[in-house]
């Protein structure tokens, strides 16, 4: 049941856990966030150098991620002015200075025919290619995107006779920008909720919203300031060192969180950290001990972000392009998208050679890369490379994914792993944490 000393403890400030607080505060719920760092935002947030403000990575979210931006207009941000939307259109640039394939949606079509006419007028693709890639989105939505048995993307698409070329040019760099996982490993299975969200619904489902401005000002900020005007507490630099169950002085069950500054009594928990800082949260708690396995035996994907700053007056022919035959996967002018004249960056996803190089290595072949494809660009003046070595559990097909009850009564799990339908996602992270926070409140109804 919960009542006036129902106190919920979350542990995390990532989008996870600032969406299960938000969801939990706005039923008027006692909410106290421990964040382990100095800032929030976990893996979705801006990182502060000397001299620049830059994203721990260039983010991309999806016109699908419905729930990420209800809450955000819920924290009272624009989304019109705070992202960049674009519609699904994919120009990949060669290694020779030209364009090698161009994929655009038809605005006025219904989905999925503005996709299916999309394919059909795509440059770089042979007929035979896109009959291939037609056939596979026909017979997708026939199957309402689903499949009996998950396995990896590529041998999905091999049974589905998709081509050597059309898996390079379309169904790789699609993988690889949503489940930042290799095709060998990624899971057909969630591959395709991502193609059912984005092109099954609303053609504006399959839209790009790239930030435009700091990730932090328009996800943390202003779900951090949204708490604390609901009475929410967060503590930074508060890293939770331990969870012990325990009753309180009124025979109340709950748990002992424990902090360098002291230990505290909460009726609930939501731990919302990233998978592998949940096992030793457990560590107590022997009836949740399959989980403690489960993520222990996650694997993870690197995220490299290369900034190049180049004279102010640098500008790529797109805000944001895929880049064919390189390390890099997408650049994107952060000129256009956000003011920071003549700075561009470069995504990397994925585990692959370039983790071999050192970080200068990797920026000047990036820059290489750059100058191949877009042969008018001059020098970098600087570059700074952020290399997020765990960004993503790889999703790979068949994992085990917990879901956010647990076998403990009174604690829950958020965070992007638990959101079973996504990959690690923005998207997947705000879902799970609103999932707690219905749970934690449909508890209290029982009880009522
Ligand atoms: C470089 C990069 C690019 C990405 N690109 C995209 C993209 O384009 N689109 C997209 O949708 N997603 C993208 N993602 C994925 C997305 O950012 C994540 O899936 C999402 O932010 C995860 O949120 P979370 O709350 O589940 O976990 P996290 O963000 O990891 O939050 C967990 C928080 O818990 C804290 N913590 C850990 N242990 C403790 C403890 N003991 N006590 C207190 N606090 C603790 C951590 O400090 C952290 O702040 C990207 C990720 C990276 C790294």
New binding site residues.
Partial sequence: MLNNKTHIAI????????SAATALVERGLTVTL????PH??????TVETKQHSLD???????GA?RETFALLRKASVHIDQSFLRLPLHINMQSNHGHSVFRLKSVPLLPAPLHLLFGLLGCQGLSWQDRIAAIKLMLHLKKTNYGIAQDMPLDSFLMAQQQTANLTKMLWEPLCL?AL?TPIVKASTRIFLNVLRDSFSGHQRNSDFLLPRQDLSKIIAQPLARYILNKGGVINLN????SLDTQQNSIGQDGFNIE?AHGSQFFTDVII???PN?VA??LQTLPLVDDIREVTQSYEYQP?Y?IYLQYPESTQLPQVMSGLCHSTGQWAFDRGQLCGQLGLLSV?VSASGEHQRLTQSQVALMVAHELKLAFPNLPKPLWHKV?A?KR??FSCDAMLDRPSNQTLQPHLYL????TYADYP??????VR??LLCASLIASEGLKGD
């Fill in positions: 542990i995390g400030g990532g989008c996870a856990g600032l421990f964040e382990a760092s929030l935002g976990g893996r979705a947030r721990n990575g260039q983010h991309i979210l999806l991620y920008a930042n508060q890293a939770v060192l902090t919302a950290t990233a800082h030793k949260l995220i972000t995504v952020i997020e960004a993503t958020a965070g992007d792993y690690a996602s923005i998207e997947g992270a799970s944490g």
